[in-house]
């Protein structure tokens, strides 16, 4: 028994030793928040059919925008799409009326 007790004080004590010693990282693997000037990208869901903007459509519009605030913005890519369903130009008009809608929203929210 009195072997036991000390077997097992003498692996809380290992354990305990490896506790102690506090490591810092290298300098190299110290990760830097991103700059918020850099290219981003979002996605906007749309009802079925509809070009209106829902509220998290404008929610996430509104942050988007709110991260650039400030930034040297020189192009703005806005890409409108449609599923299959309906004809082509239906489709085609539907994705054009949503990247608008789209672009409306970022330009209205700075």
Known sequence: MKRLIGV??????????????TRFMERSAVVTEPSPCTAKRFEVYFADSEARLTEPARQAI???????????????????????RGGATANLSLSERRAQAVAEALTAAG
């Open 8 to 21: 097992a004080g003498i692996a809380v004590a290992v354990g305990l030793s490896g506790c102690g010693v």
């Open 62 to 84: 509104g942050m988007a925008a709110a991260q650039l605030q400030g930034c040297d913005i020189r192009k703005v890519q806005v890409l409108g799409l449609a599923d299959a």
